[in-house]
């Protein structure tokens, strides 16, 4: 079955605390983006990545770090998260620049 | 001013009505666009594919694009409640990079039954 799956699914940390978000995709698609959503303001893309090595700002990068060592899988990094990312996080795919968007099921991360 | 507005509702309906959903854009060169529909605590999933101008109909769904007044809607005949979630429109541009995927704000949608 083709899927976007992020690992986890809801995520409660302290201020400071390093974490890392997983995303992986079964379907070998170049692209790759992260999304976070917040009432009121949709889906804003944070960091996109359009092959291997390859990663570029969306609109919201700070605060944030990405890797793409493989094309599969694309983490999303927080060196040291604070209260104003608590938010709820998409990894998404797609196999090129006009092609439909893929969602994982989404990470619900607080940040306490 | 944002490059996508969409309405945010929220929109309530009884079973069986006719919806539409809107956006406005100021990006001229968006040329791609599609709508989303995204259940509570879930990912979106696309709804519909439209490129430039025109209609588009799936089933019960209609997508309408009019790139001269920069205004693109989404129509459900007969609504269920099964079609209750938010409804997201996003768009691209013609050189359609990893980034250029624009969305709107969500359009959270109750039919009641």
């Known amino acids: 079955e083709a899927q976007v799956t992020q690992n986890p699914r809801y995520l409660i940390t302290v201020t400071g605390k390093k974490l890392t978000v997983t995303c992986s995709q079964n379907?070998?698609?170049?692209?790759m983006s992260w999304y976070r959503q917040d009432p009121g303001l949709g889906l804003r893309q944070i960091y996109y990545?359009?092959?291997?090595?390859?990663?570029d700002k969306g609109d919201v990068p700070e605060g944030y770090k990405v890797s793409r060592k493989e094309k599969r899988n694309f983490p999303l990094i927080l060196e040291s998260p604070s209260p104003n990312q608590t938010s709820l996080y998409f990894c998404?795919?797609?196999?090129?620049?006009?092609?439909?968007?893929?969602f994982g099921q989404g990470t619900r991360l607080t940040v306490v | 001013q944002k490059e996508v507005e969409q309405d945010p509702g929220p929109l309530s309906v009884p079973e069986g009505a006719i919806v539409s959903l809107n956006c406005t854009y100021s990006?001229?060169?968006?040329?791609?666009f599609m709508w989303y529909r995204q259940y509570s605590r879930k990912g979106p999933e696309l709804l519909m594919y439209?490129?430039?101008?025109g209609n588009k109909e799936d089933g019960r769904f209609t997508a309408q694009v009019d790139k001269s007044s920069k205004y693109i809607s989404l129509f459900i005949r007969d609504s269920q409640p099964s079609d209750s979630a938010t409804y997201l429109c996003?768009?691209?541009?013609?050189?359609?990079?990893?980034?250029?995927?624009?969305f709107g704000s969500g359009t959270q949608l109750t039919v009641l039954p």
């Open positions: 990006n001229s060169a968006f040329q791609y």
């Open positions: 996003a768009m691209s541009s013609r050189s359609g990079s990893a980034r250029q995927l624009t």
């Open positions: 990545s359009m092959n291997v090595e390859v990663t």
């Open positions: 379907m070998n698609h170049e692209y």
């Open positions: 439209t490129y430039s101008s």
């Open positions: 998404a795919s797609r196999a090129g620049g006009n092609t439909e968007a893929f």
